[in-house]
């Protein structure tokens, strides 16, 4: 069956940096779209990035564009998110998820989570 798990969140300092990792197992990665999600303590879920199969397009929410980079090693089934200058806001859980932009955010507006991992918790905090 599909799995997702991420790792990699902990506790960092405003301007910190992190990298996410989410191994991912059950299916043919190479051929996945992937996507971060987060979702902040009394929020609901917040589409993040967007990685195509090749790796060779990606998108950003408006709130870290320039500040994260989403990457993919198929080799290792393995989806990354590099986090720079964190803010107190980007404090949430960040899940990944398989699947495109237009079903992950589907799947927010439903309340549903087809194939989302377990999440791992950034705090961004002094």
């Known amino acids: 069956q599909v799995q997702l798990v991420e790792s990699g969140g902990g506790m960092v300092q405003p301007g910190d940096s992190l990298r996410l990792s989410c191994a991912a197992s059950?299916?043919?990665?190479?051929?996945?779209?992937m996507t971060w999600v987060r979702q902040a303590p009394g929020k609901g879920p917040e589409w993040v990035s967007f990685?195509?199969?090749?790796?060779?397009?990606?998108y950003y929410a408006d709130s870290v564009k320039g500040r994260f980079a989403i990457s993919r090693d198929n080799a290792k089934n393995t989806l990354y998110l590099e986090m720079s200058s964190l803010k107190p806001e980007d404090t949430a859980q960040y899940f990944c998820?398989?699947?495109?932009?237009?079903?992950?955010?589907?799947?927010?507006?439903?309340?549903?989570?087809?194939?989302w991992g377990q999440g791992t918790q950034v705090t961004v905090s002094s």
């Open positions: 998820a398989r699947g495109g932009r237009i079903a992950i955010q589907n799947q927010i507006l439903r309340g549903q989570r087809e194939w």
């Open positions: 059950g299916f043919d990665f190479s051929v996945a779209d």
């Open positions: 990685i195509n199969p090749g790796g060779t397009i990606t």
